[in-house]
């Protein structure tokens, strides 16, 4: 058990062209790829004898170890678009937003609970984001009411180290509690 049972994984189809091509995807009918790979991989995590066929990715006769200790392992998918935000009421457990202000969070949620009643998911994905702002009081509670479940901090190139973790040490809980 490498993570204690902590591990979250994070998918998105992507949006830059030139990194796409890098690898060799064209950015036509990367979501459909994108499920395909998430399916592929739930397969590995979840099945006993995992196999897989696809347009994509095939497999039988492979195994992966060590095997996630969630059941199912948590996913959380990203993107700012309904393509994403169904993938994400389909297929995963919680859905990210990267450097959004908390109005467009709010839309952002809103077309996420619709993705989930248009398949009629019976329970709500968790939200999480990386503000796109100095975190205080107000922001947070900003956040809060957009429907954000957890902040995600991400440190600014600029950042001040010396700063940064007094403002942790303000904020986040102890390790131990």
């Known amino acids: 058990m490498l993570s204690g049972g902590r591990l979250i994984v994070g998918v998105g189809a992507g949006y830059l062209e030139p990194e796409l091509t890098a690898i060799g995807v064209p950015m036509d009918g990367r979501g459909a790829r994108t499920d395909e790979y998430l399916a592929a991989m739930r397969a590995l995590w979840e099945d006993a004898k995992p196999e897989f066929a696809g347009e994509h990715v095939g497999f039988t006769g492979v ?89 995600v901090v991400a440190p600014r190139p600029d950042a001040d180290v010396a700063a940064l973790r007094r403002w942790l040490e303000r904020n986040a809980p102890a390790a131990d509690s």
């Open 63 to 151: 195994d992966a170890h060590p095997r996630p200790v969630q059941r199912p392992l948590p996913v959380v998918v990203g993107g700012h678009s309904a393509p994403a935000w169904r993938r994400a009421a389909h297929s995963g457990q919680g859905w990210y937003g990267y450097m959004r202000p908390p109005e467009d969070i709010a839309r952002q949620v809103a077309g996420l609970r619709t993705a989930e009643a248009s398949i009629g998911r019976d329970h709500r994905l968790h939200v999480s984001v990386t503000p796109d702002c100095r975190l205080d009081a107000e922001s947070v509670a900003a956040y809060a009411a957009a429907g954000v479940d957890r902040l």
